[in-house]
Nanobody, 131 residues
C-alpha cells in the first residue's frame, strides 16, 4: 500500500515561505492525484491544494490561491507545496493524501468526499506562522 511522508514544516514569520514535501514509498505515486490538507487546533481538516497524477491539473482553495503552488516530480516520487506570503491563519498540521481519481475543487473541499476518497494519509508536518 502506498505510504506518504510529509515534511518541511517549521516555525516561520508572517510573510515568510516554506516548501513542504510529500514523499511516497514507491513509484506507484505516478498513478495517483495528491491532495494537501491542513488542520488547525480545534478545526476540521481543510483542503488546501491538489494535483493530478500527471501534474497537468492543479487546484487550490480560495484561502491560499495566489500564495501556494503545488507541483510534483514523479521521477522522485515526491509532491511539493510551495507556500509563500504565509499568514498566521495558515498555521496547522499539514497532511498529504492520495486520490485515485481527478483532482478538482469539489473533491478537495467536500468533507464527505475527503473522508471517503482520499487515502494513504501521511503523519503530517507542523507549520506555525507567528512573529
Amino acid at each position: 500500500q502506498l505510504q506518504l511522508v510529509a515534511s518541511g514544516g517549521a516555525l516561520v514569520q508572517p510573510g515568510g515561505s516554506l516548501r513542504l514535501s510529500c514523499a511516497a514509498s514507491e513509484s506507484s505515486l505516478v498513478h495517483y492525484a495528491i491532495g494537501w490538507f491542513r488542520q488547525a487546533p480545534g478545526k476540521e481538516h481543510e483542503g488546501v491544494s491538489c494535483i493530478s497524477s500527471s501534474g497537468a491539473v492543479t487546484n487550490h482553495a480560495d484561502s491560499v490561491k495566489g500564495r501556494f503552488t503545488i507541483s510534483r516530480d514523479n521521477a522522485k516520487n515526491t509532491v511539493y507545496l510551495q507556500s509563500n506570503n504565509l499568514k498566521p491563519d495558515d498555521t496547522g498540521v499539514y497532511y498529504c493524501a492520495s486520490l485515485y481519481g481527478p483532482c478538482n475543487i469539489e473533491v478537495l473541499t467536500n468533507t464527505a468526499r475527503i473522508v471517503s476518497e482520499f487515502n494513504s494519509w501521511g503523519q503530517g508536518t507542523q507549520v506555525t506562522v507567528s512573529s
